[in-house]
């Protein structure tokens, strides 16, 4: 089995060439829109930090 991998050049082929795609509000055609998207959100979520709250 493959390792998980996030990087939208990986992600990307298992679309299909032509594929639609929708994020909410955004409609992406083909999959050079929907790499590009994903490598945006990526470099977004690359900065989120998981916090423990402790509740004493």
Avoid: C, G
């Amino acid at each position: 089995m493959k390792p998980f991998t996030s990087s939208p050049n990986h992600v990307i082929l298992t679309y299909a060439v032509n594929t639609q795609w929708r994020n909410q509000e955004k409609f992406f055609s083909r999959r050079d829109a929907i790499a590009a998207f994903l490598q945006a959100t990526r470099t977004i979520q690359l900065d989120y930090r998981l916090k423990n709250l402790i509740l004493v």
